[in-house]
């Protein structure tokens, strides 16, 4: 039984971070102009209404993207990253108000349909009943989005090796099950196993409960070479509030990723930390 919604945490500054990554991926897989596949094993529902009762019960959204929007001079992958939450807002992030936050808020599926190139593709994996159709219906009669309901780790089997040869993988759960961590580095051998050139992004909370230690020492284990980590954390990694920060384990990462990271994310921790807490991190689990 699934209880997670993404509606309630849409926007907040662990989705500004991890779409702002996601956004320097996609960007660096469109410097070269063979097409590439996006999978996203799971997609969430595409779209989150910031008006909605959902995202209002705890307006996560106000310490994450509306610290962002509408600021002037971002670092690029910033900037394209806000260009894409412009477009689904029908403006120009240049246009936008500071401090106050837009109506949509778009999910990695759409922030990934913005970047799309002509003949690139993407395939969106979803295992809640309430998000598939909402998924569905964002994406209807799109050809090269395919929405495939299930399990998404499933799709490191099913759809891997992808005809491109080129790509990437986005690995979002929302770690409710305390195995998810086993899925992940399981989920990961596998997809490496069948397609060792794809980019693997794996996103995880920074909170006392899910111990990204032990994630860290699972991936390690898997055995895979050229593993990049980089953390945004808003609160000490203590702190027991909720969740303190975000990070992304980045499996065969693009050339310079974690020079521009290292870049980007200090900006970002200045607009997104409560206060001047927390920290960034770029480091190398399994080195270049
Ligand atoms: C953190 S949210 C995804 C957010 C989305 N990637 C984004 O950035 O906009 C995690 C999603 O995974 C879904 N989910 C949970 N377990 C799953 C599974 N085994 N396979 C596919 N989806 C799953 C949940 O219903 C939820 O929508």
Redesign the pocket.
Known sequence: M?S???GFHAGNFA?VF??VVLTMLLQALARKERPYVYV??????GRYDLHSEAARKHREFMSGIARVWGERGAPAPVAAYLDAVAALNGGAARTATRGAAPRWYP??PRIARHLLRRGDRMVL????SS?VPLLQREFAGERCVQVVRG???HLLKSHLPPVERRGMV?I???YERREEIGHVAAGLREGHRRWATGTYAIWYPVMPKVPAAALHRRVIAAGLPKMLCAELCVLPDDSPLGMNGAGMIIVHPPYRLDIELRQVLPWLHRRLAVGDQGRTDVRWLVPE
């Open positions: 699934l997670y919604r993404h989705d991890k779409h996203d094993t799971h997609a969430g529902a999910g990695s994996g979803e295992l809640h998000e399990d998404g780790y986005l979002d759960p929302s």
